[in-house]
Antibody, heavy 120, light 107 residues
Framework: QVQLQESGPGLVKPSQTLSLTCTVSGDSISSGSYYWSWLRQPAGKGLEWIGRSYINVSPNYNPSLKSRVTISLDTSKDQFSLNMTSVTAADTAVYYC????????????WGRGILVTVSS | IVLTQSPGTLSLSPGERATLSCRASQSVSSNYLAWYQQKPGQAPRLIIYGSSSRATGIPDRFSGTGSVTDFTLTISRLEPEDFAVYYCQQFGSSPWTFGQGTKVEIK
């Protein structure tokens, strides 16, 4: 059974960098079968897609966050990560990792999410 | 592409029919439109993909229709476990976007 699990600090200071990791268990990131995405959801609000990565392909980011975001894959650990620089209180949200199968147009598997609070 | 869902909140009783709307600011291929259900404290769960195909394990009281810019999710007879927030999402154009959600609450 494939699972995704987010991990990282739950509290980040303003202007610092938010770093999260998603661990994929039960599958291999390097299989080439899936795109790996990060999304977020501020409390009481809707979902925002942050970006996605795929093996041996440049990541694709939401233009609203592109200047601050990097998504990378670590195939040796079956993990993918999110780095977001210069965070503010507006970046406080639950962050989800999710996967989308190639040629399928939906997210079929999500992590449970991790709450990240930006505060001094 | 901006997705606008209506209504914002739907207050219904178990057994009633729920009709949720998702309107896109520009044309979206029906292949690229999905619906998700989200309950408090949980990640979204795929309900419908390709605008009308039910995901694995989703009961047939859930159905999706629509094309171009207008899409609908219908729950034929609400069960207690169906009360949740529903989001539509498009993959037709990057950045992939979601609607703001429709909350289906118990009346």
């Amino acid at each position: 059974q494939v699972q995704l699990q987010e991990s990282g600090p739950g509290l980040v200071k303003p202007s610092q960098t938010l770093s999260l990791t998603c661990t994929v268990s039960g599958d291999s990131i390097s299989s080439g079968s899936y795109y790996w995405s990060w999304l977020r959801q501020p409390a009481g609000k809707g979902l925002e897609w942050i970006g996605r990565s795929y093996i041996n392909v440049s990541p694709n980011y939401n233009p609203s966050l592109k200047s601050r975001v990097t998504i990378s894959l670590d195939t040796s650990k079956d993990q993918f990560s999110l780095n977001m620089t210069s965070v503010t209180a507006a970046d406080t949200a639950v962050y989800y990792c999710a996967r989308r199968q190639r040629w399928k147009w939906y997210f079929d598997l999500w992590g449970r999410g991790i709450l990240v609070t930006v505060s001094s | 592409i901006v997705l606008t869902q209506s209504p914002g909140t739907l207050s219904l009783s178990p057994g009633e029919r729920a009709t949720l709307s998702c309107r896109a600011s520009q044309s979206v291929s029906s292949n690229y439109l999905a619906w998700y259900q989200q309950k408090p404290g949980q990640a979204p769960r795929l309900i419908i993909y390709g605008s009308s195909s039910r995901a694995t394990g989703i009961p047939d009281r859930f159905s999706g229709t629509g094309s171009v810019t207008d899409f609908t999710l219908t729950i034929s007879r609400l069960e207690p476990e169906d009360f949740a927030v529903y989001y539509c999402q498009q993959f037709g154009s990057s950045p992939w976007t979601f609607g703001q959600g429709t909350k289906v609450e118990i009346k």
